[in-house]
């Protein structure tokens, strides 16, 4: 079959409303993709978010953290699977953690690095205002860290979308179904279909959650970064210092 037969194929799959709306279509599986999006992504913040604040905010041992951390991205993901789906059979939990596994890293560097950056001045002047550690954390840090954090929930959520694709290897179901169906029955317009709407899934939340990142940026920070001027590289002079 010929890449325009494909093409073709895949627009009268999705352009048949039957492909939607009967059980186990489109919209079924679509839910089921978002669900164990969802939770995967919930998981790995539960476990990278705390961490991230306290190494960030402590100052100690996060760089430590982060780099085990990213070692995981390493795994094999179909091998981690298969290895999960051994110990607690076929269904969408063995995607669900193996996938969360791998949302780890981009939560846990981007707060990390968000609270590492905070200007040191701000810091002084919350500790100078008496404020505990905890209030700074909540007060200060925290809402400067924001866009570096959403930043990293962003791109776990891309890549687990992507990746939970892999879930109809194992019955958990998911767009992943529509895709390997397609290549089992010799049907590849309908894998095409079904990897058409995985990036267009993929691109829908890329832009949802950028405009949501912007959303929670302090209207401080946007206009810095507008005003903000282009970066010396190693290789530029440094400027000159003014009088």
């Known amino acids: 079959m010929n890449a325009g037969s494909a093409l073709g194929d895949a627009l009268v799959y999705l352009n048949d409303p039957l492909s939607w709306t009967r059980p186990g279509g489109i919209l079924d599986l679509l839910r089921d993709h978002l669900w164990m999006t969802f939770v995967a992504v919930l998981l ?92 700074l954390l909540r007060d200060v840090e925290l809402p400067l860290a924001l866009p570096l954090i959403a930043a990293g929930v ?44 995985v990036v267009a899934v993929c691109l829908g939340l890329e832009g949802l959650l950028a405009g949501l990142q912007r959303m929670l940026t302090p209207a401080a920070l946007r206009r810095g970064g507008r005003r903000r001027t282009p970066p010396v590289s190693v290789a530029d002079p440094a400027p000159a210092a003014a009088p």
């Open 44 to 135: 790995a913040a539960v476990v990278a978010l705390p961490l991230g604040l306290w190494f960030g905010h402590a100052g100690r041992g996060g760089q430590v953290v982060v780099a085990t951390a990213n070692l995981t991205r390493a795994l094999p993901t179909l091998a981690l699977l298969y290895i999960l789906t051994a110990w607690l059979g076929l269904g969408q939990w063995p995607t669900i953690l193996a996938v969360a596994v791998f949302a780890v890293p981009p939560i846990l560097s981007n707060t990390w690095t968000g609270l590492r950056e905070v200007d040191p001045a701000a810091r002084d002047a919350g500790t100078g205002m008496g404020m505990s550690a905890a209030r």
């Open 154 to 197: 962003r791109t776990a959520v891309v890549q687990v979308v992507a990746t939970v694709s892999l879930a109809s290897l194992v019955g958990g179901g998911g767009l992943g179904l529509i895709i390997s169906n397609g290549i089992f029955t010799q049907r590849y317009g309908q894998a095409l279909a079904g990897a058409l709407i």
